[in-house]
C-alpha cells in the first residue's frame, strides 16, 4: 500500500509542478507583452514631448531671426510707424531667407538635413506670430519664447525700441529636451 500511495503521490507532485511550469511560462509571457507596451508608450510620450520641444525652437528661432532683422531695419532706416509696417512685411513675406537662417542653425549644430526637413514640415515658419500687440502708439514683437521686443511711437515717429529682452534672450534656458522619465514597470 505504501507504495501504491507514493506512486500516486509522485505522479500528483509531477502534474502539479508541470502545471505551475506552464502557469509560470504563460505569466511569463503576460508580463513580457506589458513590458513592451509599457516601454513603447513611455517612449512615445518621450518622443512627442521631445518633438514639441523641438517645433518650439524652430519658431522661436525663426521669431528670433525676424525680430533682430527688424531692430536693425528700425534703427538704421526710416524711424516712422509706415517704415515699421514695411520692414515688418518685408521680412515676414521673405519665407527663403527665413528657411536658410534656421537651417544654418540647426547645421551648425549638427542636425542633418532630413531632421530639419521633419522639424519644418510640423511647425511650418512663425507665421503671422511675430506681431504680438498692435496698440496705438506700442508696437510689441515676439523675438521667441516668452520674449518681447517693445517699439513705442509718438505721431507716427518712432519714439523709443526696448530690445533688452532680445539681447539677453537665452534659447537653451528657454526650451530644454528633458531626460526621460524613469522606467515604470506596472
Known amino acids: 500500500m505504501d507504495r501504491k500511495k507514493m506512486k500516486i503521490l509522485v505522479v500528483v507532485d509531477t502534474v502539479i509542478l508541470v502545471a505551475l511550469i506552464i502557469i509560470l511560462m504563460t505569466l511569463k509571457g503576460g508580463y513580457e507583452e506589458q513590458a513592451k507596451r509599457t516601454a513603447n508608450e513611455q517612449e512615445s510620450a518621450y518622443l512627442e514631448q521631445n518633438t514639441q520641444v523641438l517645433v518650439e525652437q ?6 528670433y531671426g525676424m525680430a533682430w532683422k527688424l531692430v536693425y531695419s528700425m534703427l538704421s532706416g526710416a524711424k516712422t510707424e509706415a517704415a515699421f509696417k514695411a520692414n515688418l512685411a518685408a521680412i515676414e513675406g521673405d519665407k527663403d531667407a527665413r ?28 507665421e503671422g ?5 498692435n496698440e496705438k502708439n506700442v508696437k510689441e514683437v515676439a523675438c521667441g519664447k516668452d520674449c ?39
Do not use: C
Open 99 to 126: 528657411f536658410k537662417q534656421i537651417s544654418h542653425v540647426y547645421t551648425g549644430a549638427g542636425i542633418n538635413d532630413a531632421v530639419q526637413n521633419g522639424i519644418y514640415q510640423k511647425a511650418g515658419l512663425a
Open 148 to 186: 518681447v521686443v517693445k517699439f513705442t511711437f509718438a505721431k507716427g515717429k518712432m519714439k523709443s525700441v526696448d530690445y533688452s529682452a532680445l539681447v539677453e534672450y537665452n534659447l537653451a534656458k528657454t526650451l530644454k529636451i528633458e531626460k526621460p522619465a524613469e522606467y515604470h514597470f506596472e
Open 58 to 63: 524652430w519658431r522661436s528661432i525663426d521669431q
Open 129 to 133: 506670430t511675430i506681431l504680438v500687440k
